[in-house]
């Protein structure tokens, strides 16, 4: 089946750095790629939609100049957090389908624990 | 407005007795509904789809459109079905998922 990695699974950094999480398909080529946010005991919350060489489409309310989106190839995106502050702690997943798995609903990563001090 | 209400937090049943996730939700077309399943330190899952109308795991969901509901069912629930349980609606076919808050199904021994 399909198989969507995420790196780095958790990252601890300081207040003011930038993070950047890695988004993969392994096995597929991912036309479009989703990024989800999801706070404590709630519920996933889209942040963005990524289609492969062109600009991310972002949900109404999540600031696209905070979270920028690449999705330079049909195998990777990625999701940086600029100047990264306590309030963006969070657990970010990654989803992706497209390639042979077009016809299925998204695959999900791991997800990337954020931990901002 | 597009969303999906799953109201229950938490499930709590004994091994062997039915199982009933409830799932309704607001949307204005013709729905594309899922559920997801996340076990203990694992990712979250496709469990199935209302199109494939098939049981996975011994688990079903009919999509009743009359009461905007996906409840998912089991007649028999199992100790490693306790898991966290997402209802997901995909608006306007455009891949994007609405998901509600999620079930935490915990099957006691």
């Known amino acids: 089946g399909a198989v969507v990695s995420q790196h780095p699974s958790r990252v601890i950094c300081k207040s003011g750095t930038s993070v950047k999480i890695e988004c993969r398909s392994l096995d597929f080529q991912a036309t479009t790629m989703f990024w989800y946010r999801q706070f404590p005991k709630q519920s996933l919350m889209l942040m963005a939609t990524?289609?492969?060489?062109?600009?991310?489409?972002?949900e109404q309310g999540v600031e696209k100049d905070k979270f920028l989106i690449n999705h330079a190839s049909l195998t990777l995106s990625t999701l940086t957090v600029t100047s990264a502050h306590p309030e963006d702690s969070s657990f970010y997943i990654c989803?992706?389908?497209?390639?042979?798995?077009?016809?299925?609903?998204?695959?999900f990563g791991d997800g990337t624990r954020l931990s901002i001090l | 407005a597009q969303r999906v209400t799953q109201p229950e937090k938490l499930l709590s049943v004994f091994k062997g007795a039915p199982v009933e996730l409830k799932c309704n939700y607001s949307y204005s077309g013709s729905p594309e509904l899922f559920w997801y399943v996340q076990y203990s330190r694992q990712r979250l899952q496709l469990l199935l789809r209302?199109?494939s109308r098939e049981s996975i795991k011994g688990f079903t969901a009919d999509l009743n459109k009359g009461e905007t509901s996906f409840h998912l069912k089991k007649p028999f629930a199992q100790e490693e079905d306790s898991a966290m349980y997402y209802c997901a609606l995909d608006s306007g076919n455009t891949g994007k998922l609405i998901f509600g808050q999620g079930t935490t199904l915990q099957v006691k021994p």
């Open positions: 209302h199109i």
């Open positions: 990524s289609n492969e060489g062109s600009k991310a489409t972002y």
């Open positions: 989803s992706a389908s497209g390639g042979q798995y077009s016809n299925q609903p998204q695959h």
